[in-house]
Structures are given as C-alpha cells and as structure tokens.
C-alpha cells in the first residue's frame, strides 16, 4: 500500500508542479479554459491505449499488448468503410454516427478477443502475439482503405463527441475517463480484477487454485482491444478522418505511460488511476514544451528524465525501506486513496 | 522516504524548470506570432527551410515568427503541435502537413478562433486560408523532359521513375514529360513508369536491368527524391557517365558527386527556404487583412509573379514559379 500511495501522491504533485510552471511560462495563458479543454480532448486517444497495456501487463508472463494503435485504425478505417456504404453520412448523420461507433467498438473487441485467444489457447508469448496481430491490423486498414485516408466527415453525433462540451469539459475526456471508472470498478469489485492480478502475482498457485486463466486471460486482450475500439471512434471525431499509420509513436508512448504509474511489466500489480494521471502529466509536459516554442527533441529527453526519475522511485523502494515507509506515511495518511 | 521523496520533487522540479526558463523569454510579448510547423525537424529539408523562416523573422522584426516541428515522423505528433499551438493563440500558422487529411479537424478549429492558416504541399487541402506550392506540376514535368531532350539531342530511347503509380504528382511530372517529348519525333519511350518507392537501391537495380534491356538508352527521366541517386549509380557503375543522360527531382548534398562524375545531368526541386519564406509572407499578408491578387509579387525569389486560383476548399491556391534546375555548373549555391 505505501508503494502504490507514494507513486500516486508523486504523480498528483508532478502534475500540479507542471501545470504551476505552465502557468508562470506563459504568464497564465496556460490555465486558460481553451487550452486546459484543448489538452483534456488530446489526452483520452493515449489513455485510453495506455489502460490497455496496462491491463495486459497485470495479466503477467511477460503480457504486454503492442496492436493498440494498430486496431485503433482499422477499427476507424473498416467501421467507416462499411457504414459508409449502408448509410450516408450526409442525409442521415445520427444514424450513421451510431452505426460507425457500433462498428469500431465491435472491430476493436473483435480484434482484442483475436489476441486473447491466441495467447490464451495457443500460448503464444504476448510479445510476439501482439506484434504479429499488430502488422495485420494494420496491413488490413491498409488493403480495405488502399493506403489513403478515409473521410468520416462531421455528422452531428461524431462531430459532438469530438469537438463539443458537457459542463466546460470536453465529451471524449468525459468517455475516457468514464471508461476508466469502468475498468477501476471491474478491476476492484469483480472476481476477475482479483484473478487478475493474482495470476499475474503467481501463476502457478492461480494454475492450482482452480482460476479460469483462458478466461481472464481473453477478457484482458478483449477489454484492451475494446479501449482501441473506443479510442478508433474519438481519433476519428477529432480528425474527421482516419488513416491506417495515425499514430505511431503512440505504440510506445503507452508502455511509457503504463511504467510510470507504476504498474509493474512482470504482472500482479497496476492501478487505472495513476495511469490516467500520468498520462495528463506527459500531455501537460508536451504541451508546455510546445508552449514554450521548444524542440521536440527536448520532449523525449524530458520524458525519458520523468521515466526515469519514477523507476529510481520505485527501485529505492525495493531497496529495503518498505518498514521506514510504513512508519512514516502510516500516520500522516497521504489524503488522496482511490481504489485498490 | 519523506525527505528522499522531497529532493526527488525538487530534482524533477529544477530539471523541469531548466528546461522551461529559455522558453520563458519566447512566450511572453505582443507581436503578431506567426508559427511554422514542419513535418520532422531535425531533416536536411526543414533544416534549410527553417533558414528561410528566421531570414523572415530577421526582416520582419514586428512579426514573432519560429518554426516547430515533430521529433518523429508521425501525424499524431504534428498533430499535437497544431492542438497546441492553437490553444496557445498564435495568430497564424504556416503549416506543412505530414497528412493533409489527419489535420482538417484542427484547422477547421483554428480558422474558427481566428487564427490564419497558411499550407504548403498540401493542394487538396480544404481547411486553409491559402496553400502556397513552389510551382505548377505541369510546368515541371516539362522542364524536366525539355532539359532531358536538349540533353539527348532530341533523339533515342528513354525512359521514366516515379515513387509510386499512386503518387499524385509524380504522376502528372511524368505525364507532362511524356506530353513534351511529342514535340521530338526522335525521342522513343520505352517501358515508362518504373516504380521506385523511392527507394536508392530498388533504384539502383531496377536502373541496371533496363541499362542491360536497352544496352542503346539514351535518357532516363526520374520523380523521387532517392531516384537520381540509384539511377545516378547504375549509369556511373556502367561507365556511361556523360553518354547516358538523367534529369530528375534530386536535392544537391546527397546528389553532388554524381553531377560531378556526370551520371546525372541535372536535378530539379524547389528551394524549401523559399517556400518558408513565401508562407510566412502570405501569413502576414493576410493578417494585415490585404488581399491576395493573381500575379502579385510577394518579394520572395520564384513568388515574384505567383498565380492566385480557388482552392478545394474557401480558401486559395497560390502557386509560385520557384521550380529549379541545377546541373554541374550551379548546384554549389544551394547546398542543402
């Protein structure tokens, strides 16, 4: 428990030091509504393929899941091909939106239960799974689209979802973070959240005690892939258009993510919240360095410095101060605990 | 753990704000900004298109004017930059898409706050105010082929590259070539549109095995960046430098020892300085609310007579005659 509320409270203070610094660079522009909403609707595409990976890496036995983006796009490219042809976009904007989002979700799940299955039934290891389903993912979105990109345009629903507000906040941070909340809920109140993380703890003893490990295992890869999905439809509100390379430094820009909230890559142990904020801390990171007019190359160093600075964290941890830990934030009860 | 986790915050916080001081002396002034934001930074194109920028800058000193640009090649990531930028409230943007397509939804958001988006490579563009190309596509391809000709002597088998037969406009360079070599009953096409994803060494090869199947070629004419360099070595390898002409699009640096040795007889392109230059003329242009008129010269060299049509979308499409063609004698003044 002191490991995982010293990561959360580290990630809640970098987060307000980046927003304070942002604020003083640009003499209080970067605290204007426009921009905290500008940052908040680029943040969910990321997060929401970071909470797969991590997903998959709390199933453990080296589970990671590399097809994120990936399925994203060719969630985005089929749906929008096939209900193009059923429904035009233009007459019938609503439905079509409907039916678009319907597709990507189901592409996404699809292809999530795809890499389960063939992790679960045929153990292939996870590694190689992913990356093999990740090129024919992608290869698919490049054959149904021909290599060009595939006009969604802007009907109605869509275009809200990308573009408008519910109470100052933009509507795609509001589904991601609505899909957090789901994910925390089922990982902290359901039977397969506590099979989880046991079998990524343990294995062996999961094999023993009777856990239904294809089972949890394909749910996983399906969730994981159902969080492209939903990422495939906000990419495609946002742009107007989807395209089968969008993205691809996303791939490790999300592992990236995963390891700094702390979930562990060998399994056992990974919390949604702390992947959401440290997804909002390198949103806020690159934004301010966009704001500041500097080099791109200046983000990764930077990003690479934060990265590091959280594995120091946790190393020291193993270290052997578990006890002084326990002693120190016992009594000062650190305020923020969310679930888990 | 308290203490250690208190000189943790403070490093990050002392790396974060060494980071961030320079850029405090950026932000914080009222000029008009103009943003240029490239496909990657940090290649030998938006290098030298960046010189461009700061000579804009340098003669401008009323305008903020600064180039930006991805650390990857990835759309999401010039995206992002956009996102930013916009948010952050420039009052314009010179903007070269990665992928047209990926950027419409943001620039549409930014013509609706205001800002002023200028494009360039980007034709089909239909969220911008203005897209500046270097030159008609037409018009190049028949520069190419019309130096191509005067090289041969208007006579002799020849043939022709291009990236890919989905590549828009290497197409029409070709298609105006061919269109050209009409006018030289001489020249014979043979096996035209090789596909080369510009790729040197698929070039390369691809060069040999029609230097083996027409031992009596006498032109090649080429549409990707990477071409002159395969055909280029193919001829030079062959030992028919000088005998064999090659006229394609080409950059100096990596093409200058083949227009030395003469494998390749002249390259084509534009000046991405030029480009940078004339973008942030037409932003600032039409941030002082002055209109673009068909002919105008917007001081820049190869803009000085630039046509002014529709575009696909409200805005229009401004075309430059900045093409160049470089041989042996003069590519050393454009080195980049």
């Known amino acids: ?340 | 753990m308290k203490s250690l986790s208190k000189k943790l915050l403070i490093g990050v916080a002392a790396a974060a704000v060494s980071l961030a001081a320079p850029a405090a002396t950026v932000v914080a002034q009222d000029k008009p900004v103009i943003a240029t934001v490239v496909k990657i930074s940090g290649i030998p194109w938006f290098d030298r298109m960046s010189t461009g920028v700061a000579a804009f800058a340098l003669a401008n000193p009323d305008i903020d004017a600064s180039q930006s640009g991805p650390a990857t090649a990835d759309s999401a990531q010039q995206l992002q930059i956009v996102n930013d930028l916009v948010a952050k409230g420039v009052d314009a943007l010179a903007v070269v898409p990665m992928d047209p397509a990926v950027l419409e939804g943001t620039l549409q958001r930014a013509i609706e706050r205001g800002i002023i988006v200028v494009t360039h490579e980007a034709d089909n563009q239909t969220n911008t105010n203005a897209d500046v190309e270097a030159f008609n596509n037409a018009d190049y391809g028949t520069a190419l082929n019309e130096r191509l000709a005067q090289c041969m002597g208007g006579e002799g088998k020849w043939t022709t590259f291009v990236g890919s037969l989905g590549s828009r406009t290497h197409m029409q360079w070709v298609g105006s070539g061919e269109e050209n070599a009409k006018k030289y009953p001489g020249m014979a096409l043979v096996d035209p549109n090789n596909e080369s994803f510009d790729d040197a060494n698929g070039t390369y090869e691809k060069a040999k095995e029609i230097l083996r199947k027409y031992p009596d070629i006498k032109g090649f004419q080429t549409s990707a960046g990477n071409d002159v360099l395969g055909v280029g070595r193919a001829i030079d390898e062959a030992g028919l430098s000088g005998k064999v002409c090659l006229v394609g699009t080409g950059l100096p640096n990596p093409s200058a020892d083949l227009l030395d040795s003469g494998a390749i007889t002249a390259i084509g392109f534009w000046d991405p300085q030029k480009a940078g230059m004339a973008m942030n003329v037409i932003a600032k242009l039409l941030l002082e609310k002055k209109e673009l008129t068909d002919g105008m010269d917007l001081g820049v060299e190869g803009y000085d007579h630039v046509s002014v049509t529709k575009g696909p979308g409200a805005g229009v499409l401004v075309v430059g005659n900045g093409m160049v063609l470089a041989d042996k004698s003069n590519y050393k003044q454009y080195l980049f």
Do not use: H
Request: charged share 5%.
């Open chain 1, 1 to 340: 428990m002191g490991k995982s509320a010293g990561q959360l409270v580290m990630l809640i203070v970098i987060n307000g030091l980046l927003l304070v610094l942002g604020a003083l660079i640009s003499g209080g522009s970067f605290l204007s509504s426009y921009n905290l909403q500008s940052m908040a609707s680029q943040v969910p595409e990321i997060g929401l393929l970071a909470i797969g990976v991590m997903l998959a890496m709390c199933a453990g036995q080296g589970g990671i899941d590399l097809s994120g983006i990936a399925l994203a796009n060719l969630s985005g490219v089929v749906s929008a091909v096939i209900m193009s042809t059923f429904v035009s976009a233009s007459t019938d904007p609503s439905a079509f939106s409907i039916a678009f989002i319907a597709g990507a979700v189901l592409i996404g799940l699809l292809g999530g239960i795809i890499n389960g299955a063939l992790i679960a039934y045929l153990k292939i290891t996870p590694i190689l799974c992913t990356l093999g389903t990740q090129m024919a993912f992608m290869g698919l979105a490049v054959v149904v689209s021909g290599g060009k990109a595939v006009t969604v345009g802007s009907p109605a629903l869509l275009s809200s979802i990308g573009n408008d507000m519910v109470l100052q906040v933009p509507i795609a941070f509001v589904i991601f973070a609505f899909a957090a909340a789901l994910v925390a809920a089922l990982l902290r109140f359901t039977p397969y959240g506590l099979w989880l993380m046991l079998m990524g703890t343990n294995p062996k003893a999961a094999l023993y005690a009777g856990f239904p490990k294809n089972g949890v295992l394909v749910a996983t890869y399906a969730i994981s892939g159902l969080l492209s999905g939903v990422a495939g439809i906000i990419i495609a509100a946002r742009n107007v258009n989807v395209k089968f390379d969008y993205g691809s430094s996303y791939l490790l820009i999300a592992i990236l993510i995963a390891v700094m909230a702390g979930v562990k890559p060998e399994g056992g142990y990974g919390r949604v919240l702390s992947v959401v904020l440290s997804a909002i801390a390198l949103q806020l990171m690159s934004s301010l360095l966009n704001f500041g007019g500097l080099s791109n190359f200046v983000r990764d160093f930077a990003w690479g410095l934060l990265l590091l600075t959280f594995l120091a964290v946790g190393r020291y941890r193993i270290a052997g101060f578990l006890p002084s830990i326990k002693r120190q934030t016992n009594p000062s009860a650190p305020s923020p605990q969310g679930p888990k």
